[in-house]
């Protein structure tokens, strides 16, 4: 998804996060300040002194986190207009400021009862400094985990009772340093209680908090005895340091759903009226991923009806499925969406048995697993079972060659000949284009391609239109003499135009009688010819505008169009971009966007540092298995329907999703409503059914069902929540704001769902318990706040002009679009592991990386200036230095002349001869296995190196405040803040 420029190291401009590229401007950037690991961050705005101020709000101090940072670099160009802040803004809609804290309370006499009548609330502004000055601390305990029915949420969280009082606990400061996150022992699975207990300082009586803390986690928020901070302790913050934690109720309450892995709904309760819909405040819907990779042996059965054909509902035309009821001595089977009795056909009966179940259920995987996959019958193709078909549209301008990038894309289809999919099947084309279009004939009875110029870019036509398209397994020889002559071919080319428009035009002539895969390779502009493009991502004017999202759409019709064209001909475009120079992702990336198809951003590619990256994500994209010429339609039970679609794919109909091709590594999101005021049902079914060709040539239906119980309680909800998809749907309708409103509105967007969410959730106990200043938040949700954060800091979304590349930002839109909740989590907020007491470390037994490597939070505290950190967000890796580590340790990682300073040459990571350089290349490798959809490229960054060190990893620390946005502690008290109001 992105690699970075080698020589900018020290071209530093704004603060990128990962996984794209880097900017290109020179700047001069401050290092004066101390850095990570030694002190205060030099990245970081160091807090102003406490001032002894008697009235905390008499003077107007400056906003959370907007403080110029040592580490801020100035607009390119020598304007001196610094990088434009991206938190919220300080004046707009309420709810969406910043924080306003309450005057500090001075602690009462022990047995003295506070009679002050309540603040009247407090309109929004801009805190002083200097209520963060001194480190912040926070009183807990730890909550006791309830034991509540093995099903929560059948009645009401409301009517528990209070458990009798007990004695007030002591005041403990700081309970959680002896180990890293500061939990206690989380509850058990069928527990709703909070992990978080309050502070004596803000607790009701304890008699209430025991009943408190069965309901909901809390942190407290109140000022600590004897000190003037408002603050939090950031150890106590929850944070997913385990990575995603799947909530357990999906399977545990309906054991015959599909895996989590193909269909995750946003809440596993669903709302019994529209009343209940309106107040929860999250999107209600569900994420599907139906070729998600399956563990081996755990993979989706095949069932083959053969002659009875595929067994569906006749009204509603649902499949089968393990919720289906069987009646009338096994005669007749009630559908489980629209529960039409249907008749059960001769060849498909089977007798009940005593309890009513058929007898032949472990013969019938059907009837058994939530997933499952059909061979379809001949009257589900309305044409011949397609080819796998591969077709390349090259750009080979003058940039293409000098990067290295046509050398290393040839020898890369070369090695992928013998995986593709598809055996003897398999089809493959060739298009090149600079200024006028090449066109290759490589069918068998050639010794050596036959290579056809069109100059004509007005008036296109295909030569030899029967010749372009050949037999892979028929026309090997030709096909790899002209892979193998194709870099030497175009060596000597100086033209620096691109008629890509033309060339997509001739790639849709060729491709459009059978379909397939389009994998087109840019590495310029375009710039002759139908769709031609310009220059617009500098137009400074347009930003913080009302036109500003003009910029991250498309400029040209044309390529939209040219999408809906190959949508309609089962054509899937792929796009490879590579130019260091701006060259329109917006406009380009429509192309996948509506094809099913992926965008991957290669910014200022030169071979001999990313060959690695872009060799390893071409071979899968060729070589993974693919489903061809798609669509896909997800039913739900009476009541509830989808509404509306996010992702990469067309949309045919209202509900029918066109996807040319669909593999393992794309996910697609959705939301539902009510269509009535009231659910009349105990259980909503959902069934995902994906028709596509296999490469095999096979027609077949991957049905995924899930079953979710219908409830009447909003705390329900809440508790079943799943922050995963949550945050899956937020980030995707986020991405969708920004292209029709400026950033900050879809940044506020995400804020005020989040402060909704709670607020709602607040007043479900703010009569029935006293819960003060604490913040409170069903056990489901503990990390939203942190991944909203995160979302509005990625590359996507956050800041302005100087905050992201143009291209750069519209290729991580396109990229999070289509990303599987995992995956989108991972780089949402990354690991961060040290790995220094490993590597020096004998002997190493099996799994010991994972006792010993544990995450960390991503703050610049984690880094300790004598260890080697690993920093990985899936996209790309981080290996930090510190500065005081052991010089014997750097020179056996790296080479002598490069270990004691990264930033004069692109310093690399290669396996040496020693046992700590094989332990280190044996981490990236078991990291890099865990997810293979991308590459991490491996960049080394040695503490206090600046900009790299900021640029790399320090910009990437969500918990920090970075460029004007607010870090963890601060964005909790502004959310806290706007729930109270």
């Given at each position: 998804?992105?690699?970075?420029?080698?020589?900018?190291?020290?071209?530093?401009?704004?603060?990128?996060?990962?996984?794209?590229?880097?900017?290109?401007?020179?700047?001069?950037?401050?290092?004066?300040?101390?850095?990570?690991?030694?002190?205060?961050?030099?990245?970081?705005?160091?807090?102003?002194?406490?001032?002894?101020?008697?009235?905390?709000?008499?003077?107007?101090?400056?906003?959370?986190?907007?403080?110029?940072?040592?580490?801020?670099?100035?607009?390119?160009?020598?304007?001196?207009?610094?990088?434009?802040?991206?938190?919220?803004?300080?004046?707009?809609?309420?709810?969406?400021?910043?924080?306003?804290?309450?005057?500090?309370?001075?602690?009462?006499?022990?047995?003295?009862?506070?009679?002050?009548?309540?603040?009247?609330?407090?309109?929004?502004?801009?805190?002083?400094?200097?209520?963060?000055?001194?480190?912040?601390?926070?009183?807990?305990?730890?909550?006791?985990?309830?034991?509540?029915?093995?099903?929560?949420?059948?009645?009401?969280?409301?009517?528990?009772?209070?458990?009798?009082?007990?004695?007030?606990?002591?005041t403990i400061s700081a309970p959680f340093s002896s180990h890293q996150g500061g939990y206690g022992q989380p509850p058990s699975v069928t527990s709703s209680s909070g992990m978080y207990g309050a502070g004596p300082?803000?607790?009701?009586?304890?008699?209430?908090?025991?009943?408190?803390?069965?309901?909901?986690?809390?942190?407290?928020?109140?000022?600590?005895?004897?000190?003037?901070?408002?603050?939090?302790?950031?150890?106590?913050?929850?944070?997913?340091?385990?990575?995603?934690?799947?909530?357990?109720?999906?399977?545990?309450?309906?054991?015959?759903?599909?895996?989590?892995?193909?269909?995750?709904?946003?809440?596993?309760?669903?709302?019994?009226?529209?009343?209940?819909?309106?107040?929860?405040?999250?999107?209600?819907?569900?994420?599907?991923?139906?070729?998600?990779?399956?563990?081996?042996?755990?993979?989706?059965?095949?069932?083959?009806?053969?002659?009875?054909?595929?067994?569906?509902?006749?009204?509603?035309?649902?499949?089968?499925?393990?919720?289906?009821?069987?009646?009338?001595?096994?005669?007749?089977?009630?559908?489980?969406?629209?529960?039409?009795?249907?008749?059960?056909?001769?060849?498909?009966?089977?007798?009940?048995?005593?309890?009513?179940?058929?007898?032949?259920?472990?013969?019938?995987?059907?009837?058994?697993?939530?997933?499952?996959?059909?061979?379809?019958?001949?009257?589900?193709?309305?044409?011949?079972?397609?080819?796998?078909?591969?077709?390349?549209?090259?750009?080979?301008?003058?940039?293409?060659?000098?990067?290295?990038?046509?050398?290393?894309?040839?020898q890369t289809i070369k090695s992928c000949l013998d995986s593709l999919p598809g055996s003897t099947r398999t089809q493959i084309g060739f298009i090149t284009f600079d200024s006028t279009i090449h066109f290759y004939n490589v069918k068998s009875s050639l010794t050596q391609p036959q290579m056809m110029v069109v100059s004509d870019l007005d008036d296109i036509f295909v030569p030899l239109p029967?010749?372009?398209?050949?037999?892979?397994?028929?026309?090997?020889?030709?096909?790899?003499?002209?892979?193998?002559?194709?870099?030497?071919?175009?060596?000597?080319?100086?033209?620096?135009?691109?008629?890509?428009?033309?060339?997509?035009?001739?790639?849709?002539?060729?491709?459009?009688?059978?379909?397939?895969?389009?994998?087109?390779?840019?590495?310029?502009?375009?710039?002759?010819?139908?769709?031609?493009?310009?220059?617009?991502?500098?137009?400074?004017?347009?930003?913080?505008?009302?036109?500003?999202?003009?910029?991250?759409?498309?400029?040209?019709?044309?390529?939209?169009?040219?999408?809906?064209?190959?949508?309609?001909?089962?054509?899937?475009?792929?796009?490879?971009?590579?130019?260091?120079?701006?060259?329109?992702?917006?406009?380009?990336?429509?192309?996948?966007?509506?094809?099913?198809?992926?965008?991957?951003?290669?910014?200022?590619?030169?071979?001999?540092?990313?060959?690695?990256?872009?060799?390893?994500?071409?071979?899968?994209?060729?070589?993974?298995?693919?489903?061809?010429?798609?669509?896909?339609?997800?039913?739900?039970?009476?009541?509830?329907?989808?509404?509306?679609?996010?992702?990469?794919?067309?949309?045919?109909?209202?509900?029918?999703?066109?996807?040319?091709?669909?593999?393992?590594?794309?996910?697609?999101?959705?939301?539902?409503?009510?269509?009535?005021?009231?659910?009349?049902?105990?259980?909503?079914?959902?069934?995902?059914?994906?028709?596509?060709?296999?490469?095999?040539?096979?027609?077949?239906?991957?049905?995924?069902?899930?079953?979710?119980?219908?409830?009447?309680?909003?705390?329900?909800?809440?508790?079943?929540?799943?922050?995963?998809?949550?945050?899956?749907?937020?980030?995707?309708?986020?991405?969708?704001?920004?292209?029709?409103?400026?950033?900050?509105?879809?940044?506020?967007?995400?804020?005020?769902?989040?402060?909704?969410?709670?607020?709602?959730?607040?007043?479900?106990?703010?009569?029935?318990?006293?819960?003060?200043?604490?913040?409170?938040?069903?056990?489901?949700?503990?990390?939203?706040?942190?991944?909203?954060?995160?979302?509005?800091?990625?590359?996507?979304?956050?800041?302005?002009?100087?905050?992201?590349?143009?291209?750069?930002?519209?290729?991580?839109?396109?990229?999070?679009?289509?990303?599987?909740?995992?995956?989108?989590?991972?780089?949402?907020?990354?690991?961060?592991?040290?790995?220094?007491?490993?590597?020096?470390?004998?002997?190493?037994?099996?799994?010991?990386?994972?006792?010993?490597?544990?995450?960390?939070?991503?703050?610049?505290?984690?880094?300790?200036?004598?260890?080697?950190?690993?920093?990985?967000?899936?996209?790309?890796?981080?290996?930090?230095?510190?500065?005081?580590?052991?010089?014997?340790?750097?020179?056996?990682?790296?080479?002598?002349?490069?270990?004691?300073?990264?930033?004069?040459?692109?310093?690399?990571?290669?396996?040496?001869?020693?046992?700590?350089?094989?332990?280190?290349?044996?981490?990236?490798?078991?990291?890099?296995?865990?997810?293979?959809?991308?590459?991490?490229?491996?960049?080394?960054?040695?503490?206090?190196?600046?900009?790299?060190?900021?640029?790399?990893?320090?910009?990437?620390?969500?918990?920090?405040?970075?460029?004007?946005?607010?870090?963890?502690?601060?964005?909790?008290?502004?959310?806290?803040?706007?729930?109270?109001?």
């Amino acid at each position: 998804m992105g690699t970075e420029n080698p020589n900018r190291a020290n071209n530093y401009q704004g603060y990128t996060a990962t996984p794209f590229a880097a900017p290109q401007n020179n700047m001069a950037i401050s290092s004066s300040h101390p850095v990570a690991g030694s002190g205060v961050s030099a990245f970081r705005p160091t807090s102003a002194p406490v001032m002894p101020n008697t009235t905390p709000f008499s003077s107007p101090g400056p906003v959370i986190g907007s403080g110029p940072p040592s580490f801020r670099p100035m607009q390119p160009g020598g304007s001196g207009r610094p990088t434009p802040s991206y938190g919220p803004p300080t004046t707009g809609p309420p709810n969406v400021g910043q924080p306003v804290l309450p005057p500090p309370m001075r602690p009462l006499p022990p047995g003295q009862v506070n009679r002050q009548p309540p603040m009247p609330p407090v309109p929004m502004g801009s805190p002083p400094q200097n209520l963060y000055s001194n480190p912040p601390r926070l009183n807990m305990q730890s909550a006791p985990p309830s034991t509540g029915p093995p099903y929560p949420g059948y009645h009401s969280m409301q009517n528990r009772p209070v458990n009798p009082p007990q004695p007030p606990q002591q005041t403990i400061s700081a309970p959680f340093s002896s180990h890293q996150g500061g939990y206690g022992q989380p509850p058990s699975v069928t527990s709703s209680s909070g992990m978080y207990g309050a502070g004596p300082t803000s607790a009701p009586p304890t008699g209430v908090m025991s009943g408190l803390v069965e309901d909901f986690s809390s942190l407290s928020l109140g000022s600590v005895p004897g000190s003037f901070d408002n603050g939090l302790d950031t150890k106590s913050l929850p944070r997913p340091l385990d990575g995603d934690v799947e909530p357990s109720f999906f399977a545990e309450m309906y054991p015959m759903n599909c895996d989590s892995r193909y269909l995750r709904l946003t809440t596993s309760a669903i709302p019994n009226s529209q009343s209940l819909v309106s107040r929860w405040q999250l999107p209600l819907g569900a994420v599907v991923c139906p070729l998600a990779e399956a563990p081996k042996g755990d993979e989706v059965p095949i069932v083959n009806f053969a002659t009875t054909g595929i067994v569906r509902c006749r009204r509603c035309r649902t499949y089968v499925n393990p919720y289906v009821a069987f009646t009338d001595g096994g005669r007749k089977w009630r559908c489980n969406i629209c529960a039409l009795l249907n008749d059960v056909q001769n060849d498909y009966f089977a007798p009940l048995d005593a309890i009513g179940k058929r007898t032949d259920l472990d013969q019938r995987p059907e009837l058994t697993k939530g997933s499952v996959e059909f061979v379809a019958p001949a009257e589900y193709m309305v044409r011949p079972p397609m080819p796998p078909l591969y077709f390349f549209l090259i750009d080979v301008s003058i940039s293409a060659v000098k990067s290295g990038m046509l050398e290393v894309m040839a020898q890369t289809i070369k090695s992928c000949l013998d995986s593709l999919p598809g055996s003897t099947r398999t089809q493959i084309g060739f298009i090149t284009f600079d200024s006028t279009i090449h066109f290759y004939n490589v069918k068998s009875s050639l010794t050596q391609p036959q290579m056809m110029v069109v100059s004509d870019l007005d008036d296109i036509f295909v030569p030899l239109p029967d010749d372009l398209l050949v037999n892979l397994s028929e026309s090997r020889g030709v096909v790899e003499a002209f892979l193998d002559s194709l870099p030497s071919m175009f060596q000597d080319n100086y033209n620096v135009e691109s008629a890509f428009g033309p060339a997509l035009k001739a790639a849709y002539m060729v491709m459009s009688q059978l379909g397939g895969k389009l994998l087109i390779f840019q590495s310029t502009l375009p710039s002759l010819g139908v769709g031609r493009l310009r220059l617009r991502g500098d137009d400074l004017r347009v930003y913080g505008t009302d036109k500003e999202h003009t910029l991250r759409i498309p400029e040209d019709s044309f390529y939209k169009q040219m999408a809906a064209d190959f949508t309609k001909f089962q054509v899937a475009v792929n796009v490879y971009a590579f130019s260091d120079k701006y060259t329109d992702i917006a406009s380009l990336g429509t192309l996948a966007k509506y094809t099913g198809g992926q965008v991957y951003y290669y910014p200022s590619f030169h071979s001999a540092l990313h060959t690695d990256k872009l060799r390893h994500e071409l071979a899968r994209d060729l070589t993974r298995e693919t489903a061809w010429e798609s669509v896909m339609r997800i039913r739900c039970g009476k009541g509830v329907r989808f509404t509306s679609y996010h992702g990469n794919f067309m949309l045919r109909s209202t509900d029918l999703i066109a996807l040319p091709a669909v593999d393992c590594d794309k996910a697609y999101a959705m939301q539902f409503a009510l269509e009535d005021t009231l659910l009349t049902t105990q259980i909503v079914y959902f069934q995902v059914a994906l028709l596509y060709t296999a490469s095999c040539g096979e027609r077949r239906i991957r049905v995924h069902t899930a079953a979710a119980s219908v409830v009447t309680d909003l705390g329900e909800m809440y508790r079943q929540a799943d922050t995963g998809a949550i945050v899956s749907l937020l980030g995707r309708l986020a991405i969708e704001k920004s292209l029709s409103y400026k950033l900050e509105e879809a940044r506020n967007a995400i804020q005020l769902k989040i402060v909704k969410a709670l607020k709602e959730y607040r007043k479900l106990y703010s009569v029935q318990h006293r819960v003060g200043s604490r913040m409170i938040y069903p056990e489901s949700l503990k990390y939203l706040a942190l991944y909203g954060l995160s979302l509005c800091k990625s590359t996507a979304l956050r800041g302005g002009y100087a905050d992201a590349q143009l291209d750069e930002r519209c290729a991580a839109g396109f990229t999070m679009m289509a990303l599987p909740v995992k995956k989108m989590l991972k780089l949402l907020y990354p690991s961060l592991f040290r790995v220094d007491e490993y590597l020096v470390k004998t002997p190493i037994a099996d799994g010991e990386f994972g006792r010993v490597c544990k995450r960390m939070p991503l703050v610049a505290e984690s880094l300790d200036s004598r260890g080697i950190y690993i920093f990985d967000d899936g996209f790309r890796f981080v290996v930090w230095f510190g500065r005081m580590l052991s010089p014997d340790l750097a020179r056996n990682l790296v080479e002598e002349d490069s270990a004691t300073d990264f930033s004069k040459n692109q310093v690399c990571v290669t396996e040496r001869n020693n046992e700590v350089s094989r332990k280190l290349m044996g981490i990236l490798k078991k990291l890099r296995e865990a997810d293979a959809s991308y590459y991490q490229l491996c960049h080394l960054v040695r503490q206090g190196e600046q900009p790299r060190e900021g640029f790399f990893l320090l910009a990437n620390l969500v918990e920090d405040p970075v460029g004007g946005m607010n870090g963890y502690a601060d964005w909790i008290l502004q959310i806290h803040r706007q729930v109270q109001q």
